[in-house]
Nanobody, 128 residues
Framework: QVRLVETGGTLVQAGGSLRLSCAAS????????MAWFRQAPGKDREFVAA????????HYSDFVKGRFAISRDNAKNSAYLHLGDLKPEDTAVYYC?????????????????????WGQGTQVTVSS
C-alpha cells in the first residue's frame, strides 16, 4: 500500500511561480514512476509530468514543457513539481500519482489508468 499527500497549491498571479510537493509513505520502494496530473472543472484529468525511480528519465506534456520541472528525492520519499510562468489556464487541482508496475521502471506512462495510487490533490489557482 502507498499513500500520497500533495501540498503547496495556492492562489498566484499570472507569471508567478510555486512548488508543489508530494510525500509518499508505505511501500515506497515499489514506486517506479511518480507523476503529476491535473484536472480543471468540467475537464478530464490530464498528464503534466513524470519521473522514473532514478530521476534520470523525465517526461512532460507539450503544454507545460519549458515552464514546469519535476524532481524526485528518494531519501525523502518525495516528488516535486516546480511551476513557472503560470497562466490562468493552468488553474486546476493537481494530483500526485505513483506507478508500481514493473514496466514503469523503463517506460513512463501518461495514462491515468496506469497509476495505481493517487493523492487527494492540491488546488492551484492562477489569476490574470
Amino acid at each position: 500500500q502507498v499513500r500520497l499527500v500533495e501540498t503547496g497549491g495556492t492562489l498566484v498571479q499570472a507569471g508567478g511561480s510555486l512548488r508543489l510537493s508530494c510525500a509518499a509513505s508505505g511501500r515506497t520502494s515499489t514506486i517506479y514512476t511518480m507523476a503529476w496530473f491535473r484536472q480543471a472543472p468540467g475537464k478530464d484529468r490530464e498528464f503534466v509530468a513524470a519521473i522514473n525511480w532514478s530521476g534520470e528519465n523525465t517526461h512532460y506534456s507539450d503544454f507545460v514543457k519549458g515552464r514546469f520541472a519535476i524532481s524526485r528525492d528518494n531519501a525523502k520519499n518525495s516528488a516535486y513539481l516546480h511551476l513557472g510562468d503560470l497562466k490562468p489556464e493552468d488553474t486546476a487541482v493537481y494530483y500526485c500519482a505513483a506507478d508500481t508496475r514493473f514496466l514503469a521502471m523503463v517506460l513512463v506512462s501518461t495514462t491515468p489508468s496506469d497509476y495505481e495510487y493517487w493523492g487527494q490533490g492540491t488546488q492551484v489557482t492562477v489569476s490574470s
